[in-house]
């Protein structure tokens, strides 16, 4: 029922920064969200989630640089991806789960019920 449209990716130099945005729609209650991220030929990992209460969490390869958020006046989550590296590049996927636990935000993929098409993010050296 959920349906998310992840936007915002493009291509930086390292030190660079760029925001991702993920239009959500057709939602429910208790809405946990995240951010999750494939590379070519590697699995996909967590980067930064946040539960229906606002507690946010980080992989430790981001934290400090990237900023997950909501902004629930335009139904959109946010990923603000400061001081970028080569080894940020990779498909970036927003995920939800709705009839979530209040201050959960896990960073596993099997716990995300509901995901995008992607948005490419490349960083050059």
């Known amino acids: 029922q959920v349906q998310l449209v992840e936007s915002g990716g493009g291509s930086v130099q390292a030190g660079g920064s760029l925001t991702l945005s993920c239009s959500v729609s057709?939602?429910?209650?208790?809405?946990?969200m995240a951010w999750f991220r494939q590379a070519p030929g590697k699995e996909r990992e967590g980067v930064a989630a946040?539960?229906?209460?606002?507690?946010?969490c980080y992989a430790d390869a981001v934290k400090g640089r990237f900023t997950i958020s909501r902004d629930n006046a335009k139904n959109t989550l946010l990923l603000q991806m400061n001081d970028l590296k080569p080894d940020d590049t990779a498909l970036y996927y927003c995920?939800?789960?709705?009839?979530?636990?209040?201050?959960?935000?896990?960073?596993?993929?099997?716990?995300?019920?509901?995901w995008g098409q992607g948005t490419q993010v490349t960083v050059s050296s």
């Open positions: 946040i539960a229906p209460n606002g507690l946010t």
């Open positions: 057709g939602y429910g209650y208790y809405v946990r």
């Open positions: 995920a939800a789960k709705d009839w979530s636990l209040s201050g959960d935000c896990p960073l596993i993929n099997r716990l995300y019920s509901n």
